[in-house]
């Protein structure tokens, strides 16, 4: 009984200690007001984008929760103004699941709102089924309705200055891979609609994530205007809430024990966001509040190049 006793004492010690040095998480260091300054996040009503937008709020931004929901994001709304204080919190409704929502988002911003600071590309999903334009729901969302978001906000970008473009990656992008011809075929990442095909598809795209980055530092250069790409961390969110019943029971236990808190998940996102002398590493990867190297397959010129034409051609824009 005693040695049971000292053994489960053992075990809670030593994951209160892996909490403490691994699963801890850097905050983001910079004091940067955003007074006067515009910021989007999309996907801004829960999770990571929620804290994130609740920092920026706090910071004195004026934060545009660009969402698919109007009374989630107006929920989330609550909260935020309750929280910081800043009136200056604003819903604009966006699917990134449909091309034509994203038109009528970056047409509604572009008149509305005269300047443009930081765009935060966070939103992100892990469900099966096709964009109601026919592309595959990971690879529409994740990747492609970001893709043209960023596109249409570009100039906006451009004319205010120092601006900064930060999408949300994930590093599972090291199990991705991009199938051209598949792309080309179905305009998905993947077949198959299986758990395991979606988590491979969630990678695949995020690896669209960060060579998008690439490829955006690329044709950025001599503008004002960095972006960067990064994982937030392994986070408690709602992230896994379409999943089906077994990957539920595998993974509730596993995020419950290992995974951290949205006001942690925020921090890298904030980091890119914010902190000053970022510039000369636009276009690279970000984990923890630091700037990481990535396999060879994320800093591929080609394939970026690549697939950025290719998501040209998808939204109909070459
Ligand atoms: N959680 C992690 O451990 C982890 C790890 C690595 C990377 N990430 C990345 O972090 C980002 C944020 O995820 P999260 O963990 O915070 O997940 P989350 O809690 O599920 O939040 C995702 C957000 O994206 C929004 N969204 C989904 N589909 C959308 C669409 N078609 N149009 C507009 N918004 C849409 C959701 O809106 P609704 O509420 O309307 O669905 C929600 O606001 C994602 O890019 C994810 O890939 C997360
Ligand atoms: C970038 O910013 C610098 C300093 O503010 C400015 O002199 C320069 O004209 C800007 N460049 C572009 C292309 O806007």
């Known amino acids: ?29 910079s004091n940067v007001q955003l007074h006067g300054k515009v910021v989007i996040v999309t996907g801004a009503n829960t999770g990571i984008g929620k804290t994130t937008a609740l920092d920026l709020a706090r ?8 969402c698919r929901d109007k009374r989630r994001a107006e929920e989330a709304i609550l909260d935020i103004v309750k929280e910081t204080g800043n009136r200056e919190v604003v819903f604009m409704p ?43 729901m990971i690879f529409g969302v994740n990747h492609l309705g970001h893709f043209l978001l ?23 992008y090291e199990f991705g891979c991009i199938d051209f011809s598949c792309i080309d075929s179905h305009k998905d990442l993947g077949l198959g609609d299986s758990d395991w095909n979606l988590f491979e598809k969630y990678c695949h795209s995020k690896l669209c994530n960060i060579l998008f980055t690439h490829e955006l530092a690329v044709r950025l250069q001599g503008s004002n205007v960095t972006c960067y790409s990064l994982h937030p961390g392994a986070i408690k969110t709602e992230i896994g809430r379409y999943a089906r019943f077994w990957w539920k029971c595998v993974m509730t236990p596993i ?10 998940g925020a921090q890298t996102t904030l980091h890119c966001a914010l902190q000053e002398g970022l510039e000369s590493l636009s276009g690279r990867y970000f984990s923890s509040c630091s ?10 010129d080609k ?7 290719a998501s040209e051609r998808l939204c109909g824009m070459s």
């Open 291 to 300: 700037v990481q190297e990535v396999q060879a397959k994320a800093k591929d």
């Open 303 to 309: 394939a970026a190049r690549k697939l950025w034409e």
């Open 1 to 29: 009984m005693f040695t049971l006793l000292v053994i489960a004492a053992g075990i809670v010690a030593a994951y209160l200690l892996l909490h403490l040095m691994v699963l801890k998480l850097p905050k983001c260091k």
């Open 255 to 264: 995020t419950a024990l290992f995974f951290v808190d949205a006001v942690s």
């Open 59 to 66: 910071r004195g931004g004026r934060v545009i929760l660009a």
């Open 150 to 172: 960023t596109l249409l906000l570009l100039e906006r970008l451009k004319e205010s200055g120092s601006s900064r473009v930060v999408t949300v990656a994930s590093k599972g």
């Open 94 to 136: 966006l699917d990134l699941g449909s091309m034509q929502s994203v038109r009528s988002f970056a047409e509604n911003f572009l008149k509305s709102e005269p300047r443009l600071d930081i765009l935060i590309n966070n939103a992100g999903l892990m469900n099966g089924g096709q964009t109601v334009d026919g592309v595959g």
